[in-house]
């Protein structure tokens, strides 16, 4: 199973500015790409899917560059409710299970 | 909004005895999962589970590990000798036939001594 990485910060932030993770895959078959958040010692919660030309939900903005093999997430107007570790989880192709990268951790600040 | 439900929270165990883990995943949903996070570090995929049997497993899943729908609503995970590095967070997913997006439960933590 190839890997995923990420950044594992952490990003300290200030309330209501932008900020941006990436995260790269090493399996170029692979076929499905989400972002999950997870709060500390609770389970991962599905926070998007990331398709090929780009999805925007609210204030979250993921972007999927296929040939690169990079996955970025955009949060806007950031909130003191984002803070959490963000996982970078990417569905080999053929595969059913997820493979996780160990995520990045995001603390905003008041 | 339907939920993956685990159970127990919290399984404290000795070395060697065997746990059977739970999970109840979403009601209309046909394929469920396996994966573990030992803490500090990344989750990690067990197995998938569909149609009554398994479908993919890792190299993690060894012959101590088994997997079974024992009803039309149950999942679950035995461990049959359990082993200090078995210690971790336990999560149940599920997933619906035609949907990639899978749903975590909250996970149960094993704790061996």
Redesign the interface.
Known sequence: ?KEVEQDPGPFNVPEGATVAFNCTYSNSASQ?F?WYRQDC??????LM?VYSSGNEDGRFTAQLNRASQYISLLIRDSKLSDSATY?CVV?PGG?????????THLIIQP | EPEVTQTPSHQVTQMGQEVILRCVPISNHL?F?W?RQILG????????F?NNEI??K?EIFDDQFSVERPDGSNFTLKIRSTKLEDSA?Y?CASSALDR????????TRLTVT
Do not use: H, I, N
């Open positions: 199973r499905s989400f010692r609770k389970e991962p919660k599905l899917s996982l569905r595969a059913d299970g997820l493979t996780f990268g160990k995520g | 394929y999962y994966y570090q990344k989750v990690e995929f067990l197995v998938s569909y479908s993919e890792s967070m999560f990639d997006e899978q749903y975590f439960g909250p996970g």
